[in-house]
């Protein structure tokens, strides 16, 4: 039997396409409106600071502070329960995006609030997901 | 300044006795069955009822399916689907349908199986969505307890709240389910492993499910239901019961912010709207009927109800202060044994609003002797991500 497979964002959402898309290329994407500065993230194909949104694409130097996180010990998805105990957070994108993610650790009492983190990417066919691990 | 309005009261109410009904009915069933017990309890009957308030968690067009059920040709119909939170945010809007005149008698109803259908609704891997959000975070796997946990974990780094201080909320509502025989039932049918008081050591104990959170912070997952008919004062005159008046209400909406603060909740929106309407503080209140899905939801929401200031929880709910029996050190927690140890089968909010009657009527298994001003808090959605929040102040004659 096959290994349980993490379930995966998909293209064909209409805000958060541009997004993925990107990360075939393991660039981590965030909007911002040119006309009033207002950081979009998750993606969005209007402005929530204005009604005349000029939103331009950015790209994230990977780097981001944990603002809170746990240690899931159980999880009935198939994929996530192979995985056990996993860590999953909040982080803090130096550019100001809050992104869910996964810490990757080999001990989950490695994490704390505030650790600096960096991305790295998990490849799959169509697109890549943004992992984070401890800043060595 | 006080704008509180006496003009609409809860009348009738009724908690599904079974929280385990082995699929031997269905949640439109337990809607009926509760909504003709409380109707009757109020001395009302379906006829009288126009106007119907529901959480569409039945069907597509749910105003109409439930309407042609419950025989009833409804003047207002309000579907409003926010979660757990949703019977507040009836309860408010039937107030003010009742006050504008729109209707009369207001009946709103829940039921569902959620036990009988395994739903691992704690647990469940997240599917992929369809939203815009979902499709941004569903990949890492955040299951709902980790979203809840995630709150507490943060709140304990920015307060210094402590895992015992948490496990107050469990041990005082544990101590109320023993008191209420339709909680030990559902702990027995549910199969709980051991079914008495608990102490601090127990919960910090139980077993850990997201950091955190452990087992004994978890709420049950029941099958059940309940309904609540309130009505105009000119109705409530006639009826059976005691009028409880709705005398405040707040609603709000919280979601996840770039740079925004997870230990504080939609509450924080809706309790001054609330109170503001009522003309009470927090202080005066005799009981705290608020949505204890987990217990960092109830030390969250007791900041953001202004019952303590903002990471003040931890050290205010020492001490066993929540019980029913300490009534000089602030309102009583929970007193039916909330979502922790009696009924949460996916959407808790009634019950918040039946309880908190039962107590102004002096019903309750742990009754706090005259208690006369309550909140009924809901939090529907989830307290880390993107919640809603319905406040409800109550009053009794
Ligand atoms: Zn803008």
Same mark, same amino acid.
């Given at each position: 039997?096959? =290994? +349980?497979?993490?379930?995966? +964002?998909? &293209?064909?959402?209409?805000?958060?396409?541009? *997004?993925?898309?990107?990360?075939?290329?393991?660039? &981590?994407? *965030?909007?911002?409106?040119?006309?009033?500065?207002?950081?979009?993230?998750?993606?969005?194909?209007?402005?929530?600071?204005?009604?005349?949104? =000029?939103?331009?694409?950015?790209?994230?130097?990977?780097?981001?502070?944990?603002?809170?996180?746990?240690?899931?010990?159980?999880?009935?998805?198939?994929?996530?329960?192979?995985?056990?105990?996993?860590?999953?957070?909040?982080?803090? &994108?130096?550019?100001?995006?809050?992104?869910?993610?996964?810490?990757?650790?080999? =001990? +989950?009492?490695?994490?704390?609030?505030?650790?600096?983190?960096?991305?790295?990417?998990?490849?799959?066919?169509?697109?890549?997901?943004?992992? *984070?691990? +401890?800043v060595r | 300044m006080s704008t509180q309005t006496r003009d609409a009261a809860i009348v009738g109410i009724h908690e599904y006795p079974s929280r385990d009904v082995e699929k031997l009915v269905s949640p439109l069933q337990i809607k009926a069955a509760c909504a003709a017990a409380a109707l009757k309890d109020a001395g009302?009957?379906?006829?009288?009822?126009?106007? /119907?308030?529901?959480?569409?968690?039945?069907?597509?067009?749910?105003?109409?399916?439930?309407?042609?059920?419950?025989?009833? %040709?409804?003047?207002? /119909?309000?579907?409003?689907?926010?979660?757990?939170?949703?019977?507040?945010?009836?309860?408010?809007?039937? %107030?003010?349908? /009742?006050?504008?005149?729109r209707a009369k008698v207001a009946l709103l109803t829940y039921g569902s199986t959620a036990h009988s259908n395994a739903m691992a609704i704690g647990v469940g891997g997240r599917g992929m969505g369809t939203t815009p959000a979902d499709n941004m975070e569903s990949f890492a796997g955040m299951t709902l307890v980790a979203n809840y946990a995630m709150a507490a974990r943060r709140h304990m780094h920015e307060y210094g709240t402590t895992a015992e201080q948490l496990a107050e909320i469990s041990v005082a509502t544990r101590m109320h389910a023993m008191r209420n025989p339709e909680a030990v039932q559902a702990m027995k049918d549910l199969e709980f492993l051991d079914i008495r008081e608990t102490t601090i050591s127990d919960v910090v104990n139980s077993r850990m499910i997201a950091d955190p959170l452990r087992l004994l912070e978890c709420c049950m997952i029941s099958d059940g239901g309940g309904a609540v008919v309130i009505a105009s004062p000119e109705v409530a005159r006639n009826c059976r019961t005691k009028p409880v008046w709705i005398i405040g209400s707040g609603e709000a909406t919280k979601y996840p912010e770039n740079g925004g603060d997870i230990t504080r909740s939609a509450a924080i929106m809706s309790a001054p709207q609330a109170f503001g309407e009522a003309g009470v503080r927090p202080?005066?209140?005799?009981?705290?009927? /608020?949505?204890?899905?987990?217990?960092?939801?109830?030390?969250?929401i007791l900041e953001d109800l202004g019952f303590c200031a903002k990471g003040e929880g931890g050290p205010w709910v020492e001490g066993g202060r929540l019980r029913f029996d300490r009534p000089a050190d602030g309102p009583a927690l929970n007193t039916d044994g909330g979502g922790l140890s009696s009924n949460h089968p996916g959407m808790r909010g009634i019950f918040l609003l039946i309880e908190a009657a039962r107590q102004l009527r002096g019903e309750s298994t742990s009754q706090v002797p005259g208690a006369a001003l309550a909140v009924a808090h809901g939090n529907g959605g989830m307290l880390g991500s993107r919640h809603t929040a319905g406040t409800i102040i109550l009053a009794r004659d």
């Open positions: 039997m096959a =290994d +349980p497979q993490r379930p995966l +964002p998909t &293209l064909n959402e209409h805000d958060s396409h541009a *997004f993925w898309q990107a990360t075939k290329n393991k660039e &981590l994407k *965030f909007q911002r409106c040119a006309n009033c500065q207002t950081l979009v993230f998750f993606p969005r194909s209007h402005c929530t600071g204005c009604t005349d949104g =000029d939103l331009t694409w950015h790209t994230a130097s990977g780097l981001g502070t944990v603002y809170s996180y746990s240690v899931v010990r159980q999880s009935y998805h198939p994929f996530f329960r192979s995985k056990a105990p996993y860590v999953v957070a909040w982080i803090d &994108l130096d550019e100001g995006p809050r992104l869910l993610s996964n810490v990757e650790v080999s =001990d +989950p009492a490695e994490v704390s609030v505030g650790q600096r983190v960096q991305v790295h990417w998990e490849e799959h066919d169509e697109l890549c997901i943004p992992l *984070f691990a +401890p | 009302l009957n379906w006829s009288d009822v126009d106007a /119907i308030y529901d959480a569409s968690d039945g069907s597509a067009m749910s105003g109409l399916t439930i309407a042609e059920y419950f025989g009833i %040709k409804p003047r207002v /119909i309000d579907t409003t689907a926010v979660g757990g939170s949703s019977y507040e945010f009836h309860a408010a809007h039937a %107030k003010r349908d /009742i006050a504008a005149g202080d005066e209140l005799d009981i705290a009927m /608020i949505y204890d899905s987990f217990s960092i939801t109830v030390l969250t």
